[in-house]
């Protein structure tokens, strides 16, 4: 990356803007609240306001000991970034948690919330949009926000923008020389001041011609200059100039390479997006992005990644739309899909299990596919798959949502978005993954109501309700609970409706509507009866006495824990059987039946000894304790108590016996 040189005036006049006093403080009006700082960096694309951002940020961060934050909220092809994921980025540079499905309203205020008392600054690259920027903005004064813009925020007040130009002559020179050497300028510094000038100073338009003339150390600096001025006038200046110039000279399979970049998910290449796009080898590909990063075209990156300058984005979707038919951008969109498909099925493949002394890949097809793959698509280790997916995770959604939002290509799209799904339950576990998961579990949805995929739509909204569930959003949950039984209904698939009901149910326990509750997971336990599910079936007889238990319903209670413990026994697991039962003598205490309790508590015990679960026994020991306290033989209470703290010692929380829904 070139150093960064000029713009010393606007680097003081930010610096000063700083400390700058508010409008509203000027003309006597109370702010609203206290908010942080904002200055704005103003230019066209091609104008090195990131640059200088950076370069400002560099100058001021010792002054902000909490670090540097970025996010960019426009994609190098135009589209603007969802609020909702640039406040994510932000959190996560924090280390803060962001929960799966949250709303742009929550974010903002958990930003603000971990921002307060500390003094950081956050760069906000490329903004569009006012309001995107307004809910990034910390209430914390001490914070720092740097937004670089094409035109000005309206609707934030004390902004004042600082408006880029071209670069003074010396400064483009220096620049046009840190790509062809001093040798060159010195040998002729007014071809350097012409070719300065033809550039209008523009830095991206100087960084394109000088790595043509690296690339080209016979050419003359002259002779640049004047080809450049007897080149028409474009609507781009300076910069499609350069542009053209620099392309006009590549070689064809170059030419088509670069022309097909921009279908790149979030203007993020590497050599397998390249080399599936332009259908060549890795290694040519490779060695394609290293020339173009030598002549500007694009930028390198870390772990080998580059990234497609946004100035260079429209020039170069306009030559796609030209000299590409649609056919060979679709069937390039398609190649590039299926590579990350493969590409993720190794990823996941080199993914460790939970548990130790398992083999890596956890089935046979999963192996085999592995074996299948050409070297180039296998990762040495798990560090390098789990690298390779942080580093690429913001291509990975873009290109899963690009899928989506096509059309055309729905099968590769579900295919993409299940393989990434497995990827990062694997690597991160679901829950590290859940809100990335949320939204890819919206995709599924989109393409399911889509092409009618009942089943699918079923599986999407079920794991939508279930991660609004985690977090809190019960209302939400069993809207879509109540929508996945609709869905797994029209798909006539009794798997999709069994958990739909059961979860139907356990929102309204979340509810504590018990009446609900108890009915719907009475649904659930008839239709897990009619099909001989005997799993299913004791699983929903405890969340049947959980219900009655809490409703106080202790017939009813009773009756449901004793099927669920017969079922148990038929399915020869005793630690379920030994939970049912220790519910079972808790309903009996609250019952006023301490006999019966104390009976069904020590048949418990014994079963909770034979399964090997010291922290049930434990607790039912602690239980049997307090019933016999109850019926008045405290030397018989004492000796329980001393048994429950030789199993798992003095502490009390370990002795707690949670409910079957916990």
């Avoid at 103003?42 to 670090?67: D, I, N, Q």
């Avoid at 790595?211 to 200046?237: N, R």
């Avoid at 899963?400 to 576990?429: F, N, P, Y």
Wanted: glycine residues 8%.
């Amino acid at each position: 990356m070139a150093d960064f040189v000029g713009r010393r005036r606007e680097l003081k006049e930010l610096r000063e803007d700083i400390a700058r006093t508010g409008l509203d403080t000027l003309s006597g009006r109370k702010a609203k609240a206290p908010r942080a700082r904002v200055l704005l960096v103003a230019g066209r694309p091609g104008s090195g306001r990131t640059a200088l951002a950076e370069a400002f940020v560099r100058e001021v961060a010792e002054e902000y000991p909490g670090g540097v934050l970025r996010t960019r909220l426009t994609a190098p092809g135009g589209e603007t970034v969802a609020t909702e994921r640039a406040v994510r980025s932000l959190l996560e540079g924090l280390g803060r948690p962001t929960p799966p499905g949250a709303g742009e309203d929550e974010l903002s205020s958990a930003l603000r919330t971990a921002l307060e008392g500390r003094r950081v600054i956050i760069l906000v690259d490329d903004a569009a949009d006012p309001q995107q920027v307004d809910a990034l903005l910390p209430d914390t004064p001490e914070c720092l926000v740097v937004v670089t813009a094409e035109g000005p925020l309206t609707g934030i007040p004390d902004v004042r923008p600082c408006t880029l130009g071209g670069l003074d002559t010396p400064s483009a020179v220096e620049l046009l020389a840190q790509s062809i050497g001093d040798t060159r300028v010195t040998a002729d510094p007014r071809a350097a001041e012409a070719l300065a000038e033809e550039c209008g100073g523009q830095p991206a338009a100087l960084v394109l011609v000088g790595g043509w003339l690296a690339a080209h150390p016979k050419a003359s600096v002259a002779d640049v200059a004047k080809q450049l001025h007897d080149m028409p006038a474009t609507t781009g200046g300076p910069l499609a100039r350069g542009f053209r110039l620099v392309y006009e000279s590549l070689p064809q399979p170059a030419q088509r390479t670069l022309r097909l970049l921009p279908l790149a998910p979030a203007g993020i290449v590497d050599s397998h997006t390249a080399s599936a796009l332009a259908g060549c080898s890795v290694a040519a590909a490779q060695s394609t992005l290293d020339d173009f990063a030598g002549l500007g075209l694009v930028r390198s990156a870390h772990d080998g990644l580059f990234l497609l300058p946004g100035c260079l984005a429209p020039m170069l979707q306009a030559l796609l739309e030209a000299k590409e038919r649609p056919a060979e951008v679709q069937l390039a969109r398609a190649r590039m899909l299926e590579r990350t498909v493969r590409l993720l099925h190794s990823c996941r493949a080199m993914a460790e299990p939970e548990e130790p002394g398992v083999d890596a890949a956890v089935d046979d097809g999963l192996r085999e596919l592995l074996d299948g793959l050409p070297r180039a698509l296998r990762f040495p280790d798990r560090r390098a798959a789990a690298t390779w997916l942080d580093t690429r995770l913001p291509a990975l959604s873009a290109a899963a949502s690009l899928a989506v939002a096509d059309g055309e290509l729905d099968t590769l799209a579900r295919r993409l978005v299940a393989a990434l799904v497995r990827a990062l339950a694997d690597h991160r576990g679901t829950a590290g993954a859940a809100p990335e998961l949320y939204g890819l579990h919206r995709l599924v949805l989109d393409v399911a109501e889509r092409r009618r995929l009942h089943r699918e739509q079923a599986a999407a909204l079920l794991n939508l309700a279930d991660l609004d569930a985690a977090t809190g959003r019960t209302q939400e949950a069993l809207e879509r609970y109540r929508s996945a039984l609709d869905a797994g209904r029209a798909a006539n698939d009794p798997y999709a409706t069994g958990r739909a009901m059961e979860s139907v149910g356990g929102a309204y326990q979340e509810l504590t509507d018990w009446h609900r509750a108890s009915d719907w997971f009475g649904r659930a336990l008839s239709q897990a009866l009619a099909r001989g599910e005997r799993a299913d079936e004791a699983r929903l007889y405890g969340r049947l006495g959980n219900v009655h238990t809490y409703a106080g319903r202790y017939g009813d209670a009773l009756r449901s824990w004793r099927a669920a413990a017969a079922g148990y026994r038929k399915l020869a697991d005793v630690p379920g059987q030994a939970k049912a039962l220790s519910e079972m003598a808790r309903v009996q205490e609250y019952a006023g039946r301490p006999e019966e309790s104390l009976h069904t508590c020590r048949e418990a015990v014994e079963l909770a000894r034979r399964a090997g679960d010291q922290r049930l026994q434990a607790a039912l020991q602690v239980r049997l304790a307090d019933t016999l306290d109850r019926l008045g033989d405290p030397a018989a209470a004492r000796l329980h108590r001393s048994a429950a703290d030789r199993l798992l010692g003095d502490d009390p929380a370990a002795c707690e016996i949670r409910s079957g829904s916990d």
